[in-house]
T-cell receptor, first 115, second 115 residues
């Protein structure tokens, strides 16, 4: 079975600095999708970025980018120019490419932004 | 992306009673899911709500405790039955189209406290 591991329960970063959140996963599949979700105190889960495993190019969305290392099964999220509104729980998630339609979440990393 | 209305947003219930949570989507979606998020934890999938048929439950979750209905492509309910304090959690509805390959949309959650 696939698993998603986020080894950093909490992280802090100074406002305007850059921070990287780690995520590793375990799978025997070659086709899959990876996501980062943000959950602020409002509880709303917000999709930050997605990556298709068959694409070598790292996904980027404005200040958010990923470092996808398929061989190492690593999918880290980089947040540049951190803002106070980035403070939230961040969840890494995995979706099988063809087996079923559900996603598996990691345990999350709580990100604090220091003013 | 779809917009989800999840009700109620919060409730305090007596043990032994039941609560039904509603998930209304503003457009037709192919997949609907129900998650539980215990305090400070990640999201755990309860079941996939199937239109017109019985839901598909994950290991550790049973229909008698969490009956689910999905009468059409835009609406689903989750009932938490015979509640105990251990059922105190956030319950989230999630939907997707295109089998989730482009991401999943979440409701704002129902915070349930059982006393």
């Amino acid at each position: 079975a696939q698993t998603v591991t986020q080894s950093q329960p909490e992280m802090s970063v100074q406002e305007a600095e850059t921070v990287t959140l780690s995520c590793t996963y375990d799978t025997s599949e070659s086709d899959y999708y990876l996501f980062w979700y943000k959950q602020p105190p409002s509880r709303q889960m917000i999709l930050v970025i997605r990556q298709e495993a068959y694409k070598q190019q790292n996904a980027t969305e404005n200040r958010f980018s990923v470092n996808f290392q398929k061989a190492a099964k690593s999918f880290s999220l980089k947040i540049s120019d951190s803002q106070l509104g980035d403070a939230a729980m961040y969840f890494c998630a995995y979706r099988s490419g063809d087996r079923d339609d559900k996603i598996i979440f990691g345990k999350g990393t709580r990100l604090h932004i220091l003013p | 992306s779809a917009v989800i209305s999840q009700k109620p947003s919060r409730d305090i219930c007596q043990r032994g009673t039941s609560l039904t949570i509603q998930c209304q989507v503003d457009s037709q979606v192919t997949m609907m899911f129900w998650y539980r998020q215990q305090p400070g934890q990640s999201l755990t999938l309860i079941a996939t709500a199937n239109q017109g048929s019985e839901a598909t439950y994950e290991s550790g979750f049973v229909i008698d405790k969490f009956p689910i209905s999905r009468p059409n492509l835009t609406f689903s309910t989750l009932t938490v039955s015979n509640m105990s304090p251990e059922d105190s959690s956030i319950y989230l509805c999630s939907v997707t189209t295109y089998r989730g390959l482009y991401g999943y949309t979440f409701g704002s959650g129902t915070r349930l406290t059982v006393v």
